[in-house]
């Protein structure tokens, strides 16, 4: 009581600093450990562990291992959108299919910067709970939306034919997680920029078909 500032110090670190320092090194431990151990043999202890924290420090955090596991999805899936969306800004009355194809260069990658994030992405998070399973559906709803409004701004510009695109969407989505799940798990590594080339074209090529 009454030290003042330097009641919040620790070894000249702000206390507020090492709180976001233990944050940081909980997330990593678990993006570490959940793709490679895997979720569900990964226990609260293992992550303290890891982290150099201890478990009453991981509870000031987050309030089970599960709540960890939404935070890295959405930040893979914000890194992702955020990567995109300026992108999409920049590019203005480019050409529709430019937009596409430079939007999903960018979106590749965000995901394939570090190969953990597919791996946490298509394989840890599908079915552990209902609450992933709602963020993991907003998630995908975000990019259909994103995705058929491009297919209709291509269709506007006479690229590819006046349709309901929604549908087409939903299976590039879907395209886009198989091909980012097989690159993941691929040995040796797939380059990156084969798995762009590929997309690119599978998106193309379900766009402009004939309606």
């Known amino acids: 009581m009454g030290q003042g500032p330097q009641s919040r110090m620790y070894r000249g670190v702000d206390t507020e600093q090492r709180r976001a320092e233990r944050r940081e090194r909980l997330l990593e431990a678990a993006l570490d ?40 999805h959405a930040h893979v899936n ?16 480019a050409d529709a299919l430019t937009r596409i194809t430079t939007m999903l260069d960018e979106f590749v990658a965000a995901v394939t910067a570090d190969p953990r994030f597919p791996r946490l992405n298509y394989v840890e998070v599908p079915g552990i709970s209902q609450a992933m399973e709602r963020q993991h559906r907003d998630w995908f709803n975000r990019y259909t939306d994103l995705i058929e409004a491009e297919c209709d701004r291509a269709a506007a510009a006479g690229l590819a034919p006046e349709r309901d695109y929604r549908l087409t969407a939903i299976a590039l989505v879907g395209a886009v997680t198989g091909i980012l799940r097989e690159w993941q798990a691929h040995d040796p590594p797939m380059p990156a920029d084969a798995v762009a080339n590929e997309i690119r074209q599978v998106f193309v090529a379900a766009i402009t078909r004939p309606a």
């Open 33 to 72: 450990e959940f793709t490679t151990r895997g979720y569900h043999k990964t226990k609260i202890a293992d992550l303290c562990a890891r982290a150099g924290v201890s478990t009453r420090n991981f509870y000031e955090k987050f309030a089970s291992k599960e709540a960890l596991l939404l935070e890295l």
């Open 78 to 93: 914000t890194l992702a959108m955020q990567r995109m969306r300026p992108v999409l800004d920049s590019l203005g009355d």
